[in-house]
């Protein structure tokens, strides 16, 4: 399994900023993609993840209601639109993958849980 993170950048608070990952080497159709970010100083957290097959969402409390993440089928990739944009929402954000195990929340938002992983693509928001 491969995935490549994009769509980084600079944004202003209040802003919108739309991330990619597009995810190869295998037949996503059985699994869970997550995204993960980590802020200077800061231990990698939780931010959304989807279930390809039936498209459920989950989100963390912090970017819930502005963070919307979707999948496209036909293009493999996972993408996380960025809403309203915080200076706390500057972060190293990651994608990550794994078979769908029935997981809850609980295990979605577990970085532990994640076998694979993309590199990470810089979100900046200034204030």
């Known amino acids: 399994v491969q995935l490549q993170a994009s769509g980084g950048g600079l944004v202003q608070a209040g802003g919108s900023l739309r991330l990619s990952c597009a995810a190869s080497?295998?037949?996503?159709?059985?699994?869970?993609l997550g995204w993960f970010r980590q802020a200077p100083g800061k231990e990698r957290e939780f931010v959304a993840a989807?279930?390809?097959?039936?498209?459920?969402?989950y989100y963390a409390d912090s970017v819930k209601g502005r963070f919307t993440i979707s999948r496209d089928n036909a293009k493999n990739t996972v993408s996380l639109q960025m809403n309203d944009a915080k200076p706390e929402d500057s972060a190293v954000y990651y994608c990550?993958?794994?078979?769908?195990?029935?997981?809850?929340?609980?295990?979605?938002?577990?970085?532990?849980?994640?076998?694979?992983w993309g590199q990470g693509t810089l979100v900046t928001v200034s204030s």
């Open positions: 989807i279930k390809w097959r039936g498209g459920n969402t």
């Open positions: 080497g295998r037949r996503f159709s059985n699994y869970v």
């Open positions: 990550a993958a794994d078979r769908d195990y029935g997981w809850g929340y609980d295990e979605l938002a577990d970085e532990d849980a994640y076998d694979y």
